[in-house]
């Protein structure tokens, strides 16, 4: 994640057991120097470069929710135990509504505006408040989301490939993946919490976001690769949609690309929804709480099946 662990929590890990050795990798070259001997690897920043190496490597904790981006031939030649961290479910989902209050009510124009030096009422009305929200992708941040909107008056339209309970329970109406469609024109705001897997590759295409009403505000929260970003941005010049917010794009546009930067009504963010003030430390406890399973001889939570892994992500 590029963060520096903490002097306490690398104490903690030490304390579990008297044989418990941690490694801090702060380089590349440091983890591939600990990689020969590391039993456990938290975080994934030189995963790739250190897998190679590994000879005792039994699990592996990300700290992303959504592990698509780790799939190698090493990661399944050696099949280690993978497990994700979908601990920042409800961060994110502040995020997102957050991102659509803005658009709805024109807070970057207005913000461009007192840049400028300019008392500008704005000559576009606000959109309408948002009544009716699809999520796509009722999982752990799913759930946070529904349950926000809930909260706040909307009727939510929740779209996940399995009917599960806790699903069901964060929204009004859940459907599944044969007929989300359908559901479009009723929404003021799609929301896309999904992986990015072969099936969710580009779901958001030019034919699906034109079945949106011409006010509706799309956000993405999940992975950049479940949109297609040049039929966004293109629909968005054309005012075929009321505004879009993402935290996530792929691929990045360079700085060169200005057409997509100055997009109309387009509000980026630059990856991050999960940050708030107590990241790091929520992390940190999250992580102890796994090693204190995995030593115990229980599983941690969150574990990934790595041939659901490799069957479901884009090569």
């Known amino acids: 994640s590029g963060l520096v662990p903490s002097a306490p929590h690398v104490e903690r890990l030490r304390a579990m057991?008297?044989?418990?050795?941690?490694?801090?990798?702060?380089?590349?070259?440091?983890?591939?120097?600990?990689?020969?001997?590391?039993?456990?690897?938290?975080?994934?920043r030189y995963l790739r470069q250190t897998l190679p190496h590994t000879h005792m490597l039994q699990w592996i904790q990300s700290t992303a929710a959504g592990v698509d981006h780790l799939v190698s031939p090493e990661?399944?030649?050696?099949?280690?135990l993978l497990t994700r961290c979908p601990i920042f479910g409800e961060e994110i989902a502040w995020h997102a509504w957050a991102l659509v209050l803005a658009l709805v009510r024109r807070l970057p124009a207005a913000h461009t505006a007192q840049i400028g030096g300019r008392w500008a009422p704005a000559e576009v009305h606000p959109l309408p408040y948002p009544r009716r929200a699809m999520v796509l992708g009722m999982g752990v941040i799913g759930q946070h989301l529904g349950c926000l909107l809930r909260h706040n008056g909307l009727y939510v339209i929740g779209v996940n490939r399995s009917p599960r309970d806790d699903a069901r329970r964060a929204c009004d109406l859940l459907v599944d993946a044969r007929n989300w469609r359908k559901h479009l024109p009723e929404a003021d705001v799609l929301f896309s919490t999904l992986p990015y897997t072969r099936a969710t590759d580009r779901i958001l295409d030019a034919a699906t976001l034109r079945m949106l009403p011409a006010h509706a505000v799309v956000v993405n929260v999940g992975r950049g690769g479940t949109i297609d970003t040049s039929a966004l941005t293109t629909l968005l010049r054309a005012g075929a949609l009321g505004g879009a917010a993402l935290d996530v794009v792929d691929p990045l546009p360079g700085p060169e690309e200005v057409d997509f930067w100055a997009t109309p009504n387009l509000l980026i963010t630059p990856k991050v929804?999960?940050?708030v003030p107590d990241r790091q430390e929520k992390l940190e406890r999250?992580?102890?709480?796994?090693?204190?399973?995995?030593?115990?001889?229980?599983?941690?939570?969150?574990?990934?099946?790595?041939?659901?892994?490799y069957a479901e992500v884009v090569p």
């Open 273 to 275: 929804a999960t940050f």
């Open 286 to 309: 999250f992580f102890e709480e796994q090693v204190e399973r995995f030593l115990k001889g229980e599983a941690p939570e969150y574990t990934v099946r790595l041939d659901h892994l």
């Open 75 to 80: 990661l399944l030649r050696i099949q280690p």
């Open 17 to 44: 057991r008297d044989d418990c050795v941690v490694a801090v990798a702060k380089s590349e070259a440091e983890a591939l120097a600990h990689a020969p001997d590391t039993d456990i690897i938290l975080g994934h």
